[in-house]
């Protein structure tokens, strides 16, 4: 595991269990719409991949027992809230599972408040039997930019400095850099933008503690800021970012990654300089010397 911790696990845990126990129904319902975009997200793409699996592992319950995919044979969930029945309460740090258990692993919005990501992926590898199939869904470096932007502002503003408020968020290319060192075969990465609208940034923080995604960061700060830093951050939400109807945008990034397991049957890159035909064939111009000589 990682030495550099920068979530508190304990804290992310108590988050999850927190969103399934506050609320009404309907309100919990609500703010539940981007675990159900990326769920549906998750079965379109699977339904692009010329294979089925027999059994499945979804990382993260919350709403999962709407999922559904002709793909995927049977499906166990885990989460590490354990409210979230009947999923298996489990740590993705540590997955409490054998090797090569698995013909596919799916996560969805849990991997982004992980300390030890590449050890995280590098588990989910193991867990996966040959050839098998990994699609994770998480949240993105866009994600909330215009709320960390107002909070940033404001506490500045209030205090002369500044407290870890959001977590940060990996972007594309950390992404596929991760997918790549924990072993996995045929990396794709991609990602869509969802953006939401909410009347105002209370009702916004609002729906993101119901979705479990309070402040997790180990080194934030545990006092309370106070009537005044809230109410300065909703003007400068309402001011920077409202829309014509007075409704505020709130981003959300999710970065997907897809990956399988090594096995001989998977097609190969071919050999560096062993092409036939040169880039410049293939679109129809001339290829120019750089008169730079090759390192013996």
Not at 125 to 144: N, R, S, V, Y
Request: net charge negative.
């Amino acid at each position: 595991m990682s030495d550099i911790l920068i979530f508190d696990r304990n804290r992310v845990r108590h988050n999850r269990n927190r969103a399934t126990r506050q609320g009404n129904a309907q309100e919990t319902a609500a703010a539940d719409f981007l675990h159900q975009w990326t769920l549906r997200a998750i079965a379109d793409r699977l339904t692009l991949v010329k294979r089925e699996f027999p059994l499945a592992l979804l990382i993260g319950a919350t709403g999962a027992n709407t999922f559904q995919s002709e793909k995927i044979g049977s499906v166990l969930t885990m989460d590490l809230a354990e409210n979230l029945r009947p999923a298996i309460q489990g740590d993705e740090e540590f997955l409490p599972f054998a090797p090569a258990s698995f013909d596919a692993i799916l996560s969805c919005l849990s991997l982004h408040t992980v300390n030890d990501l590449p050890g995280a992926l590098l588990q989910i590898g193991q867990t996966l039997k040959p050839d098998g199939f990994f699609l994770g869904a998480m949240l993105g470096g866009e994600t909330l930019y215009q709320l960390r932007q107002v909070m940033m502002e404001a506490e500045e503003n209030l205090r002369g400095g500044l407290s870890p408020r959001i977590f940060p968020f990996a972007d594309k290319p950390q992404a596929g850099a991760l997918l790549q060192r924990a072993g996995f075969s045929l990396p794709v990465i991609d990602s869509e933008i969802v953006t939401a609208t909410y009347e105002n940034a209370f009702t916004l923080m609002h729906d993101l503690r119901l979705m479990g995604e309070g402040n997790a960061i180990l080194n934030r700060n545990k006092t309370n800021p106070g009537k005044a830093f809230f109410l300065d951050v909703a003007r400068r939400y309402q001011e920077k970012f409202a829309e014509a109807d007075g409704r505020i945008p709130a981003t959300f990034e999710i970065i997907f990654m897809l990956g399988w397991t090594p096995h001989e049957s998977q097609q190969k890159p071919k050999a560096r300089g062993s092409a036939t035909h040169s880039l410049a064939d293939r679109l129809g111009t001339t290829e120019h010397s750089t008169h730079e000589k090759t390192p013996a």
